[in-house]
């Protein structure tokens, strides 16, 4: 995945004569050090810079009277600079030379068009003729006849190359809309010649090549928005007749109808490529912006948009852009990474950045913070990124390995109360997995208030934090699982159903001091009361089992009731117990893979669910509008979901069971009632539905006296 | 365009009367219908099935059969025991003659049309000889046991077959001994079973019977062996009446369920000489007892105890796709039953017996279109008429100004002067009205309400002067040049008080100059019924519907059709008019609209704007929805001469009162359903 990195400006462009600021730069070319260019304006001056310190390290200008007219290079071999002002007289110069009236001087009997350095071999020198010479056969006989290679054509491009050791110069030139491409080989000296194919309707407007295992890869940027590949072979070692390229097209920048002006292109890596340009499409108006484009997947994987203007001008080197950008030389830095189908789409991003930020977190538990792996993620990042990560990680490594509890309570109260991240979720969830690891491996471990308050940011989910409900159900820790199946969306059904489990079983006593959110009970359940009865029977009878077979005795003529309020109406829950479960019933889930797991409850635990669900259903069935009021509380189709559930998965054993019976009985006589009641309500909705449907009918009566309007 | 204050009508509580029995005639293309309540109607089936004549029914009359003998003469009888010839020019009972033999269940014509066999209740069946002017007694056939139900002639006329009670009988004419006699077979019910009427037969030139009887049975018979052929069941109750096609191929039979099933001569194999009656296709268009049923080329007609006459076109029978092709459903006659007194806003209902007058309830607020405003004064019943007597009305009037009734039956003429003062109805007969030589045919009043047309015989049309304060006097009578003999059944005055025209049975139109009591014209003849006659109250030009659908506009100054008539006539009418089910039956106007012409039917109601251009076959004709979604100026590109408006059905009566208020009477088929006596219960899957 290419991206664009920061942004800055090496110097600003002063229109000097000549020149003006449309027009750009005249060239700018790597200097002997890879952190520096040297940069040449259309003017009489030089410049070499620094470009990370973005400052010049030295300038060098002609005479009032003279131009440089081909971009100053450097000497790789020698340090020496080399241009040519006024086209024939070529200039070389050192670092400490300051005046270059005075430095070594070379009229030639030909114009030059440019000087092509590159590293390990002699600076060619490329005359607008077209002839190629190398610097050094060139200043042994400065006035010797240079010969005209090409008739009337003028260079447009050029470009050299060392491919096997080899210096190879290619450039392109133009003669009434025709583009010819040269090959010249300097040693020996040989020149191929190839016409371009012509299109119709668009005309190239900026050329790139590489080389590779012989085969010269030209690419050309057409103005209809277009990049084609041209490939040629440098093996031929004869001059052929001129043949014509064809193209093959790689990649279409623009949608149609749009033009492409001012633009250049660059070649970034195999797989991508830099476009700068102008995009001109009628209606909007133009907008220049610098795009990356993967050309093997042909997306578009980033661009910047450059308001003030540029040149059209576009060099890259080391990864860095170089572009003029309203009146100042602008430096962009890139980074293109390889590309896969993944990235291209743009798909990789997320993963990426999660799955490796979470290994880093398990090898920080291990290795030290300055751990080679997590310095490389790390850098990956953008700068922002950066700083979040790094406190995440303080305050992760410091939760994981030494910190108590109460520092880390204090810690993340801290980091909570001040957190305006951008990325907030994902640091909560590395945060949470970081602390739930510790718990895991550390019994005496829990942070239960630091675990409350991180669910209560709202921003978590069951996948986030996979193992954080298995630690609360080993704590038992009811509160936090309540908090956890009301907030998680996801919540699995096995777990759901271990919960479930683990709410039926534990004793209504233990739950008596947790601070269980009540909310969703208080809407049907008086609480004291219920809990003076809770305390009652539990006083009475110890545990639930027998305090079932108590409330089993549910038919109300036969038994006196000990208690005043009637059993039907009585919960055989208490109200935490209730909060737990109705917790239960609110969480999302599917029946194909809940009732397998619903399977697991034991008979006892199914009867307790059962009659807090029938007790539910009848008081649900006492509201007129069948649901209880309040957020949390279930719904009449929740209950009668659960209860069907329950009992499909649990029909035999129900069966035959004995203390189930009585439950069975007054439930089945509860349903046909409410049944025979709907039935009836049926029959009134029924005549009522014949009402309306016949009323507009009978509206019109024996007379009426109506509008009518014809048209 | 014009947006109308509509006062809905649904109390006017007209029931037609059932239909009891029909007879065809396929030589002259008439079907002849009887109803229950004695009335007589005939149909032209080359007009668009247009209801040509009518004779009002008769208390005392019920006619149990009908048959065309000798041409076009048209008998009936009925359980009144006499032989009725019907006079079709003056639209009356020609005379009646005594059967001798009780009440008559059954008369038939024989092939040449030259005798009537009748079947009476004593058993016997007589033999009438048709003459030019009357029928006369010839001879009875040995009277048998049990009331002759049905009779039918054999194609040769030598032979009757007769259905009678649990048997069916065979007389040779010539001897007139029966020769035959085949038991029909009883239903078994319990220990006893119920005797077996046979309610139709039918003696086929194969020597073969087809009868049909109340168990439910169509059975074929060997008329020379006694033998049965082949029996179909039909129906869990009765079959009631069957009639055969003339290639005798087809036969129709309705039950008492109101179903109707086709039998077809098929043969048993394709190429096989052998062929086979097999029951084919079952309508169910009826709701009552399918009483009559008659089989022309192309359709099976039938008519129920419902009051409708269903004609279901057979379309293998069938040349592509026309008026014909579709089915067809009457319910409604195609006379004017209502009369519209504008100024006062009453209403006159014509009922079978009694007239109802009515005045319209009126609002005082405005709305617009769908909207329903409130009525602020109800809907007023002023006055009922009792006609005196066993005879039927047959027309009515009211005039204008609503202070004139008349009304008339078969033999008499009345005429009531109607006095409404604040609230009281008054009415007072007006006892020396002329007697007239014959029955009025139609009725109508002046606009001035200064006097009073008279359609009557032959043409001719009786001008009675109205006096105040209740007092009248024969004026003149107006006779056409041509001296025709068909009673006059449309009648039509112009405004001005000019001009009177008269359409009559045989489609002639007469124009008179009722301030020289003399013809004027005579619209040239067109070879279709006249459905609706008026003249507009500017221009004085005619317009005149047919029963094929069309329309044209003569000018009776110019004694010429109008421009506008040449253009419609060149142009053509649209498809979806032509194609329309029932005809026009009355045509009125907007005093404030010259070009509007206002037309309806019992299906819809149409203002025919002549400003705009007709429409052609690939523009819809009912566009008055999309016209009203589309803008003021978008209308006026799609906007063409007819807007019609469907929304009132079935219509009885449209007319224009003053302001932009418009009248409609409806008669929804719902209200008539409640009215009848149950149908034969029937099991319905589902119920």
């Not at chain 2, 007058?357 to 909207?371: F, H, P, Y």
């Not at chain 2, 566009?623 to 906007?639: F, G, I, M, V, W």
Request: aromatic share 8%; glycine share 6%; charged share 20%.
């Amino acid at each position: 995945m290419a991206v664009l990195g920061e942004e800055f400006t090496l110097c600003g462009l002063i229109a000097s004569a000549g020149a003006g600021a449309g027009q750009g730069i005249l060239g700018l070319e790597p200097g002997s050090d890879p952190d520096q260019v040297l940069l040449t304006d259309r003017g009489r001056t030089a410049t070499l810079y620094k470009v990370s310190d973005q400052k010049p390290l030295g300038c060098w200008s002609v005479k009032q009277d003279q131009t440089i007219t081909c971009p100053a290079v450097c000497n790789f071999e020698t340090g020496e600079y080399i241009a040519v002002h006024d086209d024939k007289v070529l200039r070389i110069w050192k670092d400490e030379d300051v005046n270059l009236d005075k430095v070594f001087k070379a009229t030639l009997t030909a114009e030059v068009y440019r000087i092509h350095s590159l590293p390990h071999t002699e600076p060619l020198v490329l005359f607008k003729g077209g002839a190629v010479q190398t610097l050094d056969a060139l200043l042994a006989a400065p006035q010797q006849e240079i010969e005209n290679v090409i008739s009337d054509e003028v260079i447009r491009w050029s470009e050299a190359f060392m491919e096997t050791q080899q210096p190879v110069l290619i450039f392109t030139t133009e003669k009434n809309g025709n583009y010819f491409v040269y090959v010249q080989k300097v040693n020996p000296n040989i020149l191929h010649k190839y016409k371009l194919e012509q299109e119709e309707s668009s005309h190239p407007l900026s050329f790139t090549a590489y080389t590779k295992n012989n085969i010269l890869t030209l690419l050309c940027l057409y103005s209809n928005g277009c990049v084609y590949k041209i490939l040629m072979s440098l093996q031929h070692s004869v001059p052929e007749e001129k043949q014509i390229l064809s193209k093959s097209l790689l990649l279409k920048t623009v949608v149609s109808d749009t033009v492409l002006k001012g633009a250049s292109l660059a070649i970034l890596d195999k797989d991508h490529v830099a476009v700068l340009g102008c995009l001109d499409s009628p209606p909007n108006i133009a907008k220049e912006c610098l795009s990356i484009w993967n050309t093997k997947f042909q997306t578009l994987q980033t661009s910047k948009e450059l308001p003030q203007g540029t040149s059209g001008q576009l060099w890259c080197y080391g990864e860095r852009f170089f572009l003029t950008h309203g009146k100042v030389l602008t430096v962009i830095v890139y980074k293109c990474e390889t590309s896969s189908l993944a990235a291209a789409v743009g798909k990789l991003k997320d993963t990426q950045t999660t799955v490796s930020s979470y290994v880093n977190w398990n090898m920080l538990q291990e290795d030290d913070l300055g751990s080679p792996c997590a310095q490389q993620s790390v850098t990956a990042k953008t700068e922002s990124k950066r700083t979040v990560s790094f406190r995440v990680i303080f305050f992760l490594s410091g939760f994981c390995i030494d910190s108590s509890q109460n520092d880390v309570e204090e810690e993340l109260w801290q980091f909570l109360s001040n957190a305006q991240m951008s990325d907030f979720q994902a640091t909560v969830g590395y945060i949470i997995t970081g602390l739930v690891n510790r718990c895991k491996t550390e019994p005496t471990f829990y942070p239960r208030n630091c675990l409350v308050q991180l669910i209560q940011t709202q921003g978590l989910s069951y996948s986030l934090c996979p193992d954080l409900m298995a630690v609360a159900l080993e704590k038992t820790d009811m509160h936090l699982l309540q908090l956890c199946l009301q907030q998680f969306p996801d919540v699995p059904e096995a777990v759901t159903c271990a919960c479930l489990k683990a709410f039926l079983s534990i004793n209504d006593d233990n739950l008596q001091g947790t601070n269980v959110n009540l909310d969703s009970v208080i809407s049907y359940m008086d609480i004291t009361l219920s809990d003076q009865v809770e305390k009652q029977s539990a006083t009475v009878q110890n545990g639930f089992s027998s305090e079932l077979m108590e409330e089993d005795s549910c038919d109300i003529q036969l038994t006196p009731k000990p208690h005043v309020v009637d059993n039907e109406e009585l919960c055989p829950v208490g109200p935490q117990k209730a909060a737990l479960l109705n917790a239960i019933l609110y969480s999302a889930y599917s029946e194909t893979f809940l009732l397998p797991h619903l399977k697991d409850l034991s008979a006892q635990q199914v009867i307790l669910f059962l009659r807090y669900l029938q007790y539910l259903y009848i008081k649900c069935s006492e509201k007129v509008n069948m649901d209880f009021p309040g957020m949390l509380s279930p719904t009449i189709n929740q209950i009668m979901d659960w209860m069907c559930l329950l009992l499909d998965a649990h029909f035999t054993v129900v069966v035959m069971l004995p203390e189930a019976k009585g439950l069975l009985f007054s439930l089945h006589k509860f349903v046909r009632a409410q049944v025979r009641f709907y039935s009836e309500l049926n029959k009134i909705e029924g005549s009522l539905q014949e009402l309306q449907r016949t009323k507009p009918q009978k509206d019109v009566g024996l007379y009426s006296i109506e509008m009518l309007e014809l048209v | 365009m014009g947006e109308f204050q509509v006062h809905r009508v649904r109390f006017f509580a007209y029931v037609p009367a059932g239909i009891r029995c029909l007879a065809h005639s396929p030589r002259s293309g008439r079907l002849a219908l009887a109803r229950t309540d004695g009335a007589l109607e005939v149909y032209n089936l080359a007009a668009n099935y247009f209801q040509e004549k009518g004779i009002p029914g008769h208390e005392t009359r019920t006619t149990e059969a009908l048959c065309w003998a000798a041409g076009d003469r048209l008998f009936g009888a009925g359980l009144g025991g006499d032989i009725s010839e019907y006079d079709l020019e003056k639209l009356r009972v020609k005379y009646s003659l005594d059967g001798f033999g009780g009440p008559i269940w059954s008369m038939a014509a024989d092939p040449s049309g030259t005798q009537l066999a009748v079947g009476c209740e004593d058993g016997s069946v007589k033999l009438f000889q048709v003459l030019p002017d009357k029928i006369q007694f010839e001879r009875s056939l040995d009277r048998q046991k049990g009331r002759i139900m049905s009779l039918s002639w054999h194609p040769s006329g030598t032979r009757i077959a007769v259905g009678s009670i649990d048997l069916l009988r065979v007389f040779d004419v010539k001897s007139g001994h029966a020769i035959q006699r085949i038991l029909v077979d009883r239903r078994p019910q319990g220990l006893y079973s119920r005797e077996c009427v046979v309610w139709s037969v039918a003696f086929l030139s194969d020597g073969t019977i087809v009868s049909s009887d109340s168990v439910g049975k169509v059975q074929f018979w060997d008329s020379e062996k006694g033998t049965l052929l082949e029996t179909h069941p039909v129906s869990s109750s009765a079959v009631l009446c069957l009639a055969v096609s003339e290639e005798e191929d087809s036969i129709v039979v309705g039950t008492s369920e109101g179903a109707v099933y086709q039998f077809q001569l098929l043969p048993v194999k394709w190429g096989s000489a052998e062929s086979k009656w097999v029951r084919t296709k079952p309508f169910q268009h009826h709701t009552h007892d399918v009483r009559a049923v008659a089989h022309s080329a192309t359709a099976l007609i039938s008519g129920g105890l419902d009051a409708q006459l269903v004609i279901r076109p057979l379309m293998e029978r069938m040349h592509g796709k026309g008026y014909d092709a579709a089915l067809r459903k009457f319910t409604f006659p195609h006379r004017r039953l209502v009369s519209c007194a504008r100024k006062d806003r009453l209403l006159l209902f014509q009922f079978p017996q009694h007239l109802e007058l009515w005045r319209l309830g009126a609002t005082n607020s405005a709305g617009k279109d769908g909207d329903i405003l409130p009525v602020s004064r109800a809907p007023e019943h002023l006055l009922q008429l009792k006609s005196k007597g066993p005879e039927h009305i047959c027309c009515s009037c009211i005039s204008l100004c609503g202070s004139w009734i008349a009304y008339s039956t078969a033999s008499r003429l009345h005429l009531h002067r109607v006095h409404l003062e604040n609230g009281s109805v008054s009415v007072k007969r007006v006892s020396k009205v002329p007697k007239l030589l014959y029955s009025a045919h139609q009725l109508l009043f002046s606009a001035d309400s200064t006097s009073l047309f008279v359609a009557s015989d032959q043409g001719a049309v009786h001008v009675l002067k109205l006096l105040e304060p209740g007092d009248c006097g024969h004026l003149q009578t107006l006779r056409p040049n041509s001296g025709s003999a068909q009673a006059v059944y449309l009648l039509t005055a112009s405004v001005d008080g000019d001009w009177l025209a008269a359409a009559g049975g045989d489609w002639e139109i007469n124009v008179y100059s009722l301030r020289h009591f003399k013809p004027h014209c005579t619209v040239p003849a067109y070879n279709c019924a006249v459905t609706a006659l008026a003249i507009h109250p500017v221009t004085n030009n005619l317009v005149i519907t047919h029963s094929d659908q069309q329309v044209f506009e003569f000018s009776i100054p110019n004694r010429e059709y109008t421009t506008w008539s040449r253009k419609v006539q060149q142009h053509g009418l649209h498809k979806g008019w032509l194609e329309r089910d029932t005809p026009i039956t009355h045509i009125t106007f907007n005093p404030k609209q010259p070009a509007h012409i206002l037309l309806h039917d019992t299906h819809m109601f149409c203002i025919l704007d002549k400003s705009l251009p007709l429409p052609d076959d690939a523009t819809p004709l009912m566009n008055q929805t999309t016209l009203k979604q589309l803008s003021e100026k978008a209308r006026r590109s799609y906007a063409h001469a007819f807007k019609i408006c469907k929304k009132y059905q079935p219509l009885l009566f449209v007319d224009l009162l003053e302001e932009g208020s418009l009248v409609v009477v409806e008669r929804p088929l719902m209200d008539i359903k409640t009215q009848l006596p149950p149908p034969v219960q029937q099991k319905k899957f589902g119920t």
